[in-house]
Each structure stands twice: as structure tokens, then as C-alpha cells.
């Protein structure tokens, strides 16, 4: 659904994380640190998702922006690229660690936003639980082996850490109420607009995909063996099909269309720019200081 949320190929198996991380949420819940303001250090922040959550973490109740971590824009003012109209005084870092061990040594509760590269998400995470920081992880094209490897290492070292496929609390809830809406109608299109063909099916269709597969359903059982290119992708093995359009100019949409005797029941959510990231990615920074494990996926906290 979100534009900056480039797709990666999800197989059941991620759904088997969640399903096992979910269990996990309610019993790792632990009382966070007295301190009340929370210390933000987001990777990648001159990119346009990181500008913007640096204004968002900025105006954010109880949040304080602590680093701005990038390889561009060094020694300039977080503030001043991210658009706002007085400086924050803080510059633009390449050194992470420097900046985790400032808030370290303050002995503040901290959390590392992470819109980096599948490369180096490891490593952050790794690191900032060293210096005791929680860490949130939206980053493209993020790997299952690299999911699988940080849920056991933030099961070891006693850290939260949510990997996010999308922060958008309107694409949450969109795939929640087309699982939902799954087990009354026997066929289903998913269609997506977008205003360029990079990465298609998109992470939205295929999360949606796959959320509404294994469920006992098996789709559009009346042409599930067709061939003909014009009736669109099918996304795992329950005849679920996307359908994938690509204007210039349109704004990134996702509907789920649903039929039944007699009537067509339609879901949908568009995204008009990266701001609608932002509702999701505080209320992830506030719950994910409360946790013991990994998580994947922000519905875990709505």
C-alpha cells in the first residue's frame, strides 16, 4: 500500500514468525524505564521517509530526536534538511556508535528507527541492543533468513525489536478485515495502482495474499487453472489473484474485491504520501520499549 514499502517475495513461513511472535507479545510485556522522554536515533535520515519521521519523532509527545544517522548530508542540521523552520541542533552522523553511547551513558530509554539496507539491518539492530536500545526495522527487500536470525538474537539478549512490512495503521487494517471478510466469499481480486511498475506485485498484495491463504478457502475455483496472462498473477496456491496497474499520476491504492450471490464487497486503501507512516511509526516507537523479543508486524501493537 505504501509506496516506500518495496515488495519482498513472503513466503507462509513468514506468517509462521508472526503467528510465533504474537504469542510471545503479551507474556514479554515488561514496565519500561522510569525515564518519560524517549531518545530516537533514526538510520537513514535523509531519505524521504527518514526527513519525515524526523519531524514526526520532533513533534512527538514525550520523544526526543537523539541521532540522525546517514552517509549523505554529514555535519548538517537534521532540522534544516528535514524541512522544519528552527534548526534542532543536531547534525547529521556517520558514526552510530558515538550516538548510542551518549544515550548510554545518560542511562535514557532509547529505540533505533532503522529505514537503512537489508545489509546492514542486522548489524544495527545487533548493535543497538548492545548499548541497550530497542529497535524498529523498516527497511526494503528485508530478508527471511535475516528476520529468522535477529528474532533469535533479540530472544537471547532481552531486546524489542519490531520488524515492520509496512507502518501504515490503515494497510494493517485493511489486511485485517480482508482476513476477516475471507471466510464468507469464495472469490477474490486483489487490484493495485501505482504510479510506477517498480516491484510489482507489491509487499501490500502479497502480505494480503498471504494472510488470506491456508485458511480453508480455496478462491476463483472456476477459472484457478487459467493460463491467460489478462486474468493477472496468482499469489500462492488458493487462486488469489493480483491485478496490477501502473499510471503516472495515480496515488498508490490496494483494493480487495470480494463476490458473492448477488453482491460485491470491496475494501480499499490509498496512500497519498509518506506522512501516513508517521501515526504508525510513533505508536511503535512508544510499545516497542516494552518488549523482551521480536516482533513482525505492527498489528501486534494496534
Known sequence: MV?????????????KIARRNAAKVYCSMETPPSQSTIKVVIIGATKEIGRTAIV????????????????QHIGEDAGQISG??????????ND??????????????????DFSE??????????????????????????????????????????????APTLSIGSVLLQQAAIQASFHY????????????????????????????????????????????????VLGEDGVRVHSMVLPGLVSSTSINYSGPGEIYTLRHDVTNVQCLMPGLILAIRKVVRLKNLIYGLEKFL
Request: charged content about 20%.
Open 3 to 15: 509506496p516506500l514499502c518495496h515488495p519482498v517475495r513472503v513466503s507462509r513461513t513468514w506468517g
Open 56 to 71: 514526526a519523532v520532533s513533534k512527538a509527545r514525550g520523544m526526543e530526536l537523539a541521532g540522525a544517522i546517514d552517509s
Open 186 to 233: 469464495s472469490n477474490v481480486e486483489i487490484v493495485e495502482s501505482r504510479p510506477n511498475p517498480s516491484d510489482l506485485p507489491s509487499q501490500d498484495a502479497i502480505q494480503i495474499a498471504n494472510n488470506i491463504s491456508d485458511l480453508g478457502q480455496i478462491y476463483n475455483r472456476e477459472d484457478m487453472d487459467t493460463s491467460s496472462p489478462a486474468r493477472g498473477q
Open 96 to 113: 552510530l556508535t558515538m550516538v548510542l553511547g551518549s544515550i548510554a551513558q545518560s542511562r535514557a530509554t532509547g529505540v533505533v528507527v
Open 118 to 163: 537489508p545489509s546492514t539491518v542486522y548489524d544495527n539492530v545487533k548493535q543497538a541492543a548492545a548499548f541497550g536500545l530497542s529497535s524498529i526495522v523498516y527497511v526494503p527487500k528485508i530478508e527471511l533468513e535475516t528476520v529468522t536470525e535477529l528474532s533469535a538474537f533479540c530472544e537471547k539478549a532481552s531486546m524489542g525489536c519490531l520488524v
Open 84 to 93: 522544519m523552520e528552527e534548526p534542532l541542533e543536531l547534525p547529521v552522523l
